[in-house]
């Protein structure tokens, strides 16, 4: 039991073997992006994410078209839709989730439509 957070900045960079994201510890991940793009969370084996693992991701500062949250080797679960939060859109902006396998990696993405109608998507 306890609590486990993990906040990315725009410029970090967090590397490890295995990651499980697990309710038993609710594990919260947060990313916050500059103009520049995120920071990133990367795993070169297992990324597991379990039921009631939350992720917040801030893009108040975000200017460019792509940029990659999550990438991993191999992944075991997804965030509950109600359990991503999505903070800093335009008015008439919004985003999801968007999960990703090519080249080997199984990425967590992120896709945005603004309020004006243009597409961006971050990997």
Do not use: H, Q, W
Not at 12 to 26: D, K, P, Q
Not at 43 to 63: C, N, P, R, Y
């Amino acid at each position: 039991d306890g609590t486990g957070e993990l906040e990315i900045g725009p410029n970090g960079n967090v590397e490890a073997a295995n990651i499980v994201l697990s309710n038993a510890v609710e594990s919260v991940v947060r990313f916050k992006a500059d103009a520049t793009g995120f920071g990133s969370l990367k795993t070169s084996g297992k990324l597991t994410i379990t039921d009631g693992a939350k992720l917040f991701v801030d893009l108040s500062d975000f200017t460019k078209r792509r940029g990659t949250l999550i990438s991993c080797a191999d992944r075991e679960g997804e965030f509950a839709p109600e359990n991503v939060t999505f903070t800093g859109l335009e008015k008439g902006a919004s985003a999801r989730l968007v999960y990703r396998e090519e080249d080997g990696c199984k990425d967590v993405c992120v896709a945005c439509k603004s309020g004006r109608g243009m597409v961006l998507i971050f990997r």
